[in-house]
């Protein structure tokens, strides 16, 4: 393949995850009409249309969706093997993009990073926060973070917390004026603060476990959101019940500005890892950060 080749298949990517040829030309440093002109030359070359062209939109066609399906892998694994060749150099060095939700970014990746960053001042580490099942290859992070039963299986994942458990609360003032659920079906006289999903569009629902029974309850309420830092201030403001990951509302059970409520019904689940593409070249920095953030479980007192 001759080098023009590789620029004019650089180009076509990125116009179609830019689905933009003003943005592809931003994020190639080129102009936007030359951009125009390579993908042209690239369909002319091919003899096949790449990519529809609106006033509003560019998409890929059911060619360009099969284009796009080679290389991706391809470019990622040369990413890969490009960072790898850092480990020539004496001190590891180079960009780490991470994609998290924000409670994990502050509990768990930020004090890593504060003890890892000052010792490596040729690392740096940029996190995208975002609620949804992010397809780390295609938006071109290095690594992602998610609850263990989400990872994919094709994924390397690496536990970088303990088990965690959800945690249904509601404010004192909240239970005033009405009864404790006693079991997960009487949700059903409650008001609860609902998720919804950013990848599919639903509602969350709320998960029990107790036994061998399993329950997965369809809750109702005046508020929906799509992050759990407002849930969590909903429920404190005693706008209904909430259900969160326990870590992120402790402090507020232990000092009575929530109560937790249908505790036996929460069984313990895997915890958080990070993940990248088993294929993923390690480069040292990227080595480096997995380490900071794998998690280790306390030694037991004899």
Same mark, same amino acid.
């Given at each position: @393949?001759?080098?023009?080749?590789?620029? *004019?298949?650089?180009?076509?990517?990125?116009?179609?995850?830019?689905?933009?040829?003003?943005?592809?030309?931003?994020?190639? $440093?080129?102009?936007?009409?030359?951009?125009?002109?390579?993908?042209?030359?690239?369909?002319?070359?091919?003899?096949?249309?790449?990519?529809?062209?609106?006033? +509003?939109?560019?998409?890929?066609?059911?060619? $360009?969706?099969?284009?796009?399906?080679?290389? +991706?892998?391809? %470019?990622?694994?040369?990413? $890969?093997?490009?960072?790898?060749?850092?480990? /020539?150099?004496?001190?590891?060095?180079?960009?780490?993009?991470?994609?998290?939700?924000?409670?994990?970014?502050?509990?768990?990746? /930020?004090?890593?990073? @504060?003890?890892?960053?000052? =010792? =490596?001042?040729?690392?740096?580490?940029?996190?995208?926060?975002?609620?949804?099942?992010?397809?780390?290859?295609?938006?071109?992070?290095?690594? !992602?973070?998610?609850?263990?039963?989400?990872?994919?299986? *094709?994924?390397?994942?690496?536990?970088?917390?303990? *088990?965690?458990?959800?945690?249904?609360? !509601?404010?004192?003032?909240?239970?005033?004026?009405?009864?404790?659920?006693?079991? #997960?079906?009487?949700?059903?006289?409650?008001?609860?603060? =609902?998720?919804?999903?950013?990848?599919?569009?639903?509602?969350?629902?709320?998960? %029990?476990?107790?036994?061998?029974?399993?329950?997965?309850?369809?809750? *109702?309420?005046?508020?929906? %959101? =799509?992050?759990?830092?407002?849930?969590?201030?909903?429920?404190?403001? $005693?706008? !209904?019940?909430?259900?969160?990951?326990?870590?992120?509302?402790?402090?507020?059970?232990?000092? !009575?500005?929530?109560?937790?409520?249908?505790?036996?019904?929460? #069984? #313990?689940? #895997?915890?958080?890892?990070?993940?990248?593409?088993?294929?993923?070249?390690?480069?040292?920095?990227?080595?480096?950060?997995?380490?900071?953030?794998?998690?280790?479980?306390?030694?037991?007192?004899?």
């Amino acid at each position: @393949m001759r080098r023009e080749q590789l620029g *004019d298949l650089t180009a076509f990517l990125a116009v179609a995850e830019e689905a933009s040829f003003t943005r592809a030309a931003a994020r190639l $440093g080129t102009s936007q009409s030359a951009l125009s002109h390579t993908v042209r030359r690239l369909e002319a070359r091919l003899g096949l249309r790449l990519l529809t062209r609106t006033t +509003r939109r560019v998409a890929a066609t059911e060619a $360009g969706e099969r284009l796009i399906e080679t290389l +991706r892998p391809a %470019f990622s694994e040369i990413d $890969g093997k490009l960072q790898a060749l850092t480990a /020539l150099r004496e001190k590891p060095a180079g960009t780490i993009r991470v994609t998290s939700s924000e409670h994990v970014a502050e509990a768990i990746l /930020l004090p890593a990073l @504060m003890r890892l960053l000052p =010792n =490596n001042p040729d690392i740096k580490v940029e996190i995208g926060i975002d609620y949804g099942l992010t397809d780390i290859v295609a938006q071109r992070f290095d690594a !992602g973070v998610r609850l263990g039963e989400q990872v994919a299986k *094709d994924m390397i994942a690496v536990p970088i917390g303990p *088990d965690v458990r959800m945690a249904v609360v !509601g404010s004192p003032s909240y239970f005033k004026d009405r009864s404790v659920p006693k079991t #997960p079906q009487q949700l059903a006289q409650h008001a609860c603060l =609902n998720l919804r999903l950013p990848t599919r569009g639903g509602l969350y629902a709320w998960e %029990f476990e107790k036994g061998t029974r399993k329950l997965n309850v369809r809750v *109702d309420g005046q508020l929906v %959101f =799509n992050t759990a830092t407002l849930i969590r201030k909903a429920a404190l403001a $005693g706008m !209904g019940l909430a259900c969160l990951v326990e870590d992120g509302v402790r402090a507020e059970i232990e000092n !009575g500005r929530l109560v937790r409520v249908l505790s036996e019904w929460c #069984p #313990p689940f #895997p915890g958080y890892h990070l993940y990248y593409p088993s294929r993923r070249q390690q480069s040292p920095a990227f080595a480096l950060l997995v380490e900071a953030l794998r998690y280790r479980s306390p030694k037991r007192k004899v």
